[in-house]
């Protein structure tokens, strides 16, 4: 007899940039397809000096189990981190996870029954839409402004109907260079959805890989700084960061700030789970911390990151000129682009896509990163991993699949 599965899995699908993957094997290909930082940026020597220090002094608890909220010595360099970013959060304020996706799904057990309304961005992180539908969520999506002059993150006004309409059991929200769409949303509306938070009683999901991946100027300050502004904000937010994009993936160290209830209820959840997070690399990631180095660690990143972002820009302008539109990004990984059909152009991304395997360079398509009503003609672009020569000749060759 056939095994019988959970019900729960008739509502979830593969990932479909991890099914992408499969076809990246073929030698010479160019890939803006993944949203992973570049390992060369990686502060190998710092981390060296943490594992060497960890090892070095008294490692039997490191390799011994540990406490489900999190090794303390982290959990107290993380809350100097946000306080550098403006948010004041207590030690015990916080947990550790595995990833912030492992943070995303403890906000899926503690919180989605089926059936239960969450709002999203229209696009947003696949991985999010695959999480909270395995939970049984109907996702409803708030359109963002991505394109244009007018592009500053999800549309407020259009999220506070939503909010009214439907009573959500929660909205996540990717405020600071979106994946996939690279947008920020702006101070004023920033402060808009606090207070909606507020006013609704909406749990808000802030989620914060990328905040300070900028290139130019900081963007705002993150919802969780911004919620002292807000009477009444804070016990309606949780807020999910990560040492993945800014310091290294591999160490799996994320972090989830919530209010007491939900962060006792998460822990729980996390007991059954994992049990705990690595000590190893948690003890490895809070050492590193006090090291100083990450400042310079981030420059060198922001200023690669921005001088890749620049020739792509300048190269899908040059080989697909109005045959494709988009904004270049003032930080994070991404391009967000939209095929307009001009010139005789392509309008659909998922046939542009073989196209542009064939021709050995390859992009998400953008239907994917939408909870329903797809917009075909969307694509996501990652300049992070690829150099400057490989980001010139990989947009050649899009320009070659047209």
């Not at 029954?113 to 999010?128: C, H, N, R, Y």
């Not at 899908?316 to 991404?334: N, T």
Request: with cysteine; net charge negative; proline share 7%.
């Amino acid at each position: 007899m056939p095994l019988q599965f959970a019900d729960r899995l008739q509502n979830v699908e593969t990932s479909a940039i991890r099914e992408l993957f499969k076809l990246l094997g073929k030698p010479g290909i160019i890939s803006f397809a993944g949203g992973f930082p570049d390992p060369a940026l990686f502060d190998v020597e710092g981390l060296q000096m943490s594992a060497d220090a960890v090892f070095s002094k008294n490692p039997g608890p490191v390799l011994q189990y540990g406490a489900t909220e999190g090794w303390g010595p982290l959990r107290e360099q993380i809350s100097h981190f946000m306080a550098g970013k403006g948010a004041t959060v207590a030690p015990d304020g916080l947990i550790v996870t595995t990833g912030s996706q492992q943070a995303l799904d403890l906000i899926g057990k503690t919180m989605i029954s089926p059936g239960d309304k969450v709002i999203v961005e229209a696009p947003t992180f696949l991985a999010t839409i695959q999480c909270f539908r395995l939970y049984g969520a109907h996702l409803i999506g708030a359109p963002i402004d991505a394109h244009g002059v007018d592009a500053h993150g999800v549309d407020v006004d259009r999220l506070e109907q939503l909010i009214d309409e439907h009573k959500p059991k929660l909205v996540y929200l990717i405020p600071t260079f979106g994946n996939p769409s690279g947008a920020t949303l702006r101070l004023e509306r920033r402060l808009r959805v606090l207070e909606i938070a507020a006013r609704t009683h909406t749990l808000i999901v802030e989620d914060d890989p990328y905040g300070e991946l900028y290139f130019d100027q900081a963007p705002p300050p993150s919802l969780l700084a911004l919620s002292d502004q807000v009477p009444g904000s804070r016990e309606y937010l949780v807020h999910c960061g990560s040492l993945s994009k800014i310091l290294s993936p591999g160490l799996r160290v994320g972090w989830m700030i919530a209010p007491p209830e939900l962060l006792a209820r998460a822990t729980m959840c996390k007991q059954f789970s994992d049990a705990h997070t690595s000590n190893l690399t948690q003890a490895i990631g809070a050492h590193y911390l006090t090291l100083g180095r990450l400042d310079a660690a981030l420059g060198a990143v922001r200023s690669t990151y921005a001088e890749r972002a620049r020739v792509m820009a300048a190269s899908l302008q040059s080989a697909l000129g109005a045959r494709i539109a988009f904004d270049a990004p003032k930080g994070g990984m991404f391009f967000w682009a939209r095929l307009t059909g001009a010139e005789g152009g392509p309008d659909n991304a998922a046939e542009f896509a073989k196209r542009a395997i064939e021709r050995l360079v390859a992009f998400v398509p953008g239907a994917p990163f939408y909870a329903h009503d797809p917009d075909a003609a969307t694509l996501r672009l990652s300049f992070a991993t690829a150099d400057v020569a490989k980001i010139e000749e990989g947009v050649a060759r899009l320009g070659a699949a047209l």
